[in-house]
């Protein structure tokens, strides 16, 4: 955070940019992707494969009783 903050105010190169940051994302969506799947996946992942997983996952985890 620092080095984007010191980006912005002094008008500096990023350490990493937006296309960095899209292909961390791309490589942690098809590890879990693989891992759902028990499976490879492509990288790009198929974002409609990927929705249909974590939609899944996140009904599954809203029908889990609360701890209090």
């Not at 980006?7 to 791309?26: D, K, R």
């Not at 499976?39 to 985890?61: G, H, M, N, S, V």
């Amino acid at each position: 955070m620092e080095a984007f903050a010191q980006s912005i105010l002094h008008n500096t190169e990023m350490i990493a940019n937006g296309e960095e940051g899209l292909n961390s994302l791309s490589i942690s969506n098809a590890a879990y992707l693989s891992s759902w799947t028990n499976d490879w996946a492509e990288i790009p992942t198929d974002e409609a494969l990927f929705e249909k997983y974590l939609t899944e996952l996140c009904e599954k985890e809203k029908q889990k009783p609360r701890k209090k």
